[in-house]
T-cell receptor
Framework: EAQVTQNPRYLITVTGKKLTVTCSQN?????MSWYRQDPGLGLRQIYY???????DKGDVPEGYKVSRKEKRNFPLILESPSPNQTSLYFC?????????????FGPGTRLTVL | AQKITQTQPGMFVQEKEAVTLDCTYD???????LFWYKQPSSGEMIFLIY??????QNATEGRYSLNFQKARKSANLVISASQLGDSAMYFC????????????FGTGTRLTVIP
């Protein structure tokens, strides 16, 4: 089944404890992206990747890191999480970076930072 | 700058009736894609339908159709024969060929289907 998977689905952690949210897609998509969704603010892009070893900042990159060593994986790293990073996180992928491809979303990761 | 506007925070529809969710967009780029996503209470983001800026015909996917009026910059979603499972948040989104190629989302419309 073609899909985007994220792990973990739920995570409660404490301020400053490094964490990684994994994202993997099995559709051979070139483009991958991370979003966060917050009430009243909608979905905002954190980082994106046009292809392997090519990553760039989105609208809200502060406090996050990403890497794209393989085409299928695009992990999101929070080196020192803070409570303002409590949010619902989505990984998404699309065939390419053109406007004509839909982005498929993972199931979401609900992160709480205490 | 790109912008998506959804003016209906909430909508109610009777089961089996049709409903239209409004979306207007703004971009100066001639090439863009318009998308609708459904987010049920469980949280996942489900792709519903896509319309390209150069498409001549309105997109349809099963009970979903997109009423694309390019001159008015509107891309309304029509759901026919509403079902209880259609109750969810619906997001209109636009993708343009900027460097980020990200999706610009509207604020969403919460649809409630009444039995």
């Amino acid at each position: 089944e073609a899909q985007v998977t994220q792990n973990p689905r739920y995570l409660i952690t404490v301020t400053g404890k490094k964490l990684t949210v994994t994202c993997s897609q099995n559709m051979n998509h070139e483009y991958m992206s991370w979003y966060r969704q917050d009430p009243g603010l909608g979905l905002r892009q954190i980082y994106y990747s046009m292809n392997v070893e090519v990553t760039d900042k989105g609208d809200v990159p502060e406090g996050y890191k990403v890497s794209r060593k393989e085409k299928r994986n695009f992990p999101l790293i929070l080196e020192s999480p803070s409570p303002n990073q409590t949010s619902l996180y989505f990984c998404a992928s699309s065939l390419s970076g053109t406007p004509y491809n839909e982005q498929f979303f993972g199931p979401g990761t609900r992160l709480t930072v205490l | 700058a790109q912008k998506i506007t959804q003016t209906q925070p909430g909508m109610f529809v009777q089961e089996k009736e049709a409903v239209t969710l409004d979306c207007t967009y703004d971009t100066s780029d001639p090439s863009y894609g318009l998308f609708w996503y459904k987010q049920p209470s469980s949280g996942e983001m489900i792709f519903l339908i896509y319309q390209g800026s150069y498409d001549q015909q309105n997109a349809t996917e099963g009970r979903y159709s997109l009423n694309f009026q390019k001159a008015r910059k509107s891309a309304n979603l029509v759901i026919s024969a509403s079902q209880l499972g259609d109750s969810a948040m619906y997001f209109c989104a636009m993708r343009v060929p900027t460097g980020a190629n990200n999706l610009f989302f509207g604020t969403g419309t919460r649809l409630t289907v009444i039995p």
